[in-house]
């Protein structure tokens, strides 16, 4: 598994609307601005947090974004999702993968369930407020 750049700006936006977040809308210039970021990516990352009720705002003159939804209530889980075709760490594991032949006798299988579990519970219980507050556990189980 390997979080692409979509992904890690995704959360880059999320949380710095989260440190601006002074209930006023925050333009997107000021967003790619801080973060060294193109217009053009937050644009394109801006729309699919909105359409998941992570953002909301205007575009235009005027306009600008901010979180839909407290930081508390916002995980990295949920927004890794919407930006990467999978969290899995192997092939077989993927929704909708026609089932591997060697599946009832693979000896390998409950090691790959086993940290999908784990990276699954670890980014489910890491918020945004987490984040920006560098309340990150850096060990599994903290």
Do not use: F
Request: charged content about 30%; proline content about 4%; aromatic content about 4%.
């Amino acid at each position: 598994m390997m979080i692409s750049t979509r992904g890690r700006y995704a959360l880059r936006v999320a949380c710095d609307l989260a440190v601006h977040n002074d209930g006023s809308l925050i333009p997107m210039r000021d967003i790619a601005d801080r973060q060294g970021l193109s217009l053009g990516y937050v644009a394109r990352i801006i729309p699919v947090l909105s359409r998941a009720g992570i953002v909301e705002g205007t575009s235009g003159k005027g306009g600008g974004y901010r979180l839909k939804r407290a930081a508390k209530d916002c995980t990295v889980a949920e927004i890794l999702r919407l930006t990467e075709e999978s969290l899995t760490p192997v092939k077989c594991l993927e929704k909708g993968v026609e089932p591997c032949d060697r599946r009832d006798c693979c000896l390998t299988l409950p090691v790959w369930k086993g940290l999908q579990k784990v990276v699954d519970d670890y980014l489910q219980n890491v918020t945004i407020e987490d984040v920006i507050e560098k309340r990150v556990p850096q060990k599994v189980g903290q």
